[in-house]
Every structure is written in C-alpha cells, then in structure tokens.
C-alpha cells in the first residue's frame, strides 16, 4: 500500500451540460513509476491529469494520493494542500496557461517562492535546470515571445524546480522538432531514474515505449480498454485502429495497392 500514489476506483466525472468525460476509470500509479496515458481527442486523458492533479474532482467513485482522497475538502486543508502541491507538479498541455510573468527567469521562480522554498535552493535548482534544458539564453525574454518548443522547455522547468515527487504532463512533445522531443524525452527519462514518478498523455506512439513503464489506453467511451506494457500495445494494431491511434494508409505501386498503418504523429487539443 504504502508504493502505492494514485489509486483511482471506479470514477466518473462529467462536465456541465452532463458532457461525460470518465467513465468508469480504474488505475493504481505506483512510486517511481513510468506511466503513459494515449487515446483519440476527447477519450478522457486531459481530464484524467486534471483528476490526478486536484484540479477537478470525481463525480462518482475515489481518487486516493498516498492514501488520502482527492476532494474538495482535503484542498480546504491548507497542510494538505501545501504538500500537495510540492509533491506533485503537472505541466499543462497549451504552455500558455502557465506562463503569466514578465520574463522566463521570473515564470520559473514564481511556483517555489509562493511555496516558500528558500531563496538560495531556488537559485540553485535554477541554474541545474536552465544549462540541462539549455534556456539560459532565454532568462531575460518575455515567455510569450518564445517559440512553442522554448515555451515547453519554460514551462517544464517551472515544474520542475519546485523537485516535485510526481511530474504529470499533458502531451509535453506536441508540436515539437525531433530534437527538442528527444531532449525533452531524455529528460523525463532521467527524472525517472531519479525516483520520480512520471505519467505523460500522448498521442505520440513514437516516444512511448521511451516514457512508460505502464501504458493505459483511453477509448471512444471515455474509459480504459486496455492496459499493458508499452511493446504489447504498440504491437496490437487492431487495438491502436480501433481507438483511432493509427490509420491505414493506401498507395498504388504499378498494378499493386500496398496499404501500410501510420501512427498519428500531429497533435491537436484534447480537452476532454
């Protein structure tokens, strides 16, 4: 019980207009852990983060963090909250919706210093992250005048220097040239070997043997259909068809029509 960080049982969560969004959502999230969460827009993978990360709460059914269920009044409690919050760190999918201050440099700090860590830890985490992500060129720009891939890069390490025990990521490489997702990616993977606990949404099937130990695959009806290790759900194609995670492309060679599956690779917003 006591490896055990997210356990979430038989949850259901709807949105205004009785839009469902989770139907049903068994998992168990174990400490140090590499989990990958992949399905079509709107099968529930935004809205599963959000549930992991207090932003909204079940309608129906638990979500438990170390025990302790996920509602609004463990939230009211400030020690709790506080905790929470130092403990687990989630990077929005639109980079935009967490970058508010005038300069980088200022965007990275501003989580900590609310948390109250001290100055000079601060000060220390940041100069680590900005030469391993290679932003320190960008400390003294406005966030919203950076490229998406910088904007990423900021956002991630707005989490990051907070050391949270848990890093959760809404599709993190989404619009990205090879080499930042690969550098993103190696990042990930050594937070991992630090102890960290990483759960990522993706609609990249590419990187996701990289980023899981665990993959939970989301369907049409808003709830998990499988879940396995990564080679398994990659190699089950009429499970990634079914789901809309590949499509068939066809061509003509001569007289012969060849048809090939192709992993969606582009990403659009999934805000359900």
């Given at each position: 019980?006591d490896n055990?960080i997210?356990?979430?049982s038989?949850v259901y969560?709807s949105?205004?207009?009785?839009?469902p969004?989770?139907?049903?959502?068994d998992v168990?999230i174990n400490?140090?852990q590499k989990v990958?969460?992949?399905?079509a827009?709107?099968?529930?993978k935004?809205t599963?983060?959000q549930?992991l990360?207090?932003?909204?709460?079940a309608?129906?059914?638990?979500v438990?963090?170390?025990?302790r269920q996920?509602d609004e009044k463990?939230?009211?409690?400030g020690k709790?909250?506080?905790?929470?919050?130092?403990?687990?760190?989630?990077v929005?999918?639109?980079?935009?919706a967490?970058l508010?201050c005038?300069?980088?440099e200022?965007?990275?700090?501003?989580?900590?210093?609310?948390?109250?860590l001290?100055?000079?830890q601060?000060?220390k985490?940041?100069?680590e992250l900005?030469?391993a992500l290679?932003i320190?060129?960008?400390?003294d720009?406005?966030p919203h005048?950076?490229?998406i891939g910088?904007k990423?890069?900021?956002?991630?390490a707005?989490?990051?220097?907070?050391?949270?025990?848990?890093l959760?990521?809404?599709?993190p490489?989404?619009?990205?040239?090879?080499?930042?997702?690969?550098q993103i990616?190696?990042?990930?993977?050594?937070a991992?070997?630090?102890?960290?606990t990483?759960?990522t949404?993706t609609h990249?099937?590419?990187i996701?043997?990289?980023?899981?130990d665990?993959?939970?695959?989301?369907?049409?009806?808003?709830?998990?259909?499988?879940?396995?290790?990564?080679k398994?759900?990659?190699?089950?194609?009429?499970?990634?068809?079914?789901?809309?995670?590949?499509?068939?492309?066809?061509?003509?060679h001569?007289d012969t029509?060849?048809i090939h599956?192709?992993l969606h690779?582009?990403?659009?917003?999934?805000?359900?």
């Amino acid at each position: 019980m006591d490896n055990i960080i997210f356990e979430l049982s038989n949850v259901y969560f709807s949105y205004p207009a009785k839009i469902p969004a989770l139907n049903g959502i068994d998992v168990k999230i174990n400490k140090g852990q590499k989990v990958a969460v992949i399905g079509a827009n709107g099968s529930g993978k935004s809205t599963f983060l959000q549930m992991l990360n207090g932003l909204i709460f079940a309608d129906k059914g638990k979500v438990n963090f170390c025990g302790r269920q996920l509602d609004e009044k463990a939230f009211n409690d400030g020690k709790f909250s506080l905790d929470f919050r130092r403990r687990v760190g989630f990077v929005f999918q639109n980079p935009d919706a967490q970058l508010f201050c005038p300069t980088v440099e200022e965007d990275i700090v501003f989580g900590p210093l609310q948390l109250g860590l001290d100055k000079n830890q601060i000060q220390k985490r940041l100069e680590e992250l900005i030469t391993a992500l290679n932003i320190k060129h960008l400390l003294d720009r406005s966030p919203h005048r950076l490229s998406i891939g910088e904007k990423r890069k900021v956002a991630i390490a707005a989490v990051l220097i907070i050391d949270p025990q848990v890093l959760i990521l809404d599709e993190p490489t989404a619009g990205l040239d090879p080499l930042t997702t690969r550098q993103i990616i190696d990042f990930l993977i050594e937070a991992n070997s630090n102890g960290k606990t990483i759960i990522t949404a993706t609609h990249d099937l590419h990187i996701v043997e990289d980023i899981s130990d665990m993959v939970y695959v989301f369907g049409r009806e808003k709830k998990i259909v499988k879940s396995g290790l990564a080679k398994d759900i990659l190699n089950d194609l009429p499970l990634l068809q079914e789901n809309n995670l590949v499509h068939i492309h066809r061509h003509k060679h001569e007289d012969t029509v060849h048809i090939h599956p192709h992993l969606h690779l582009d990403h659009h917003g999934d805000n359900h």
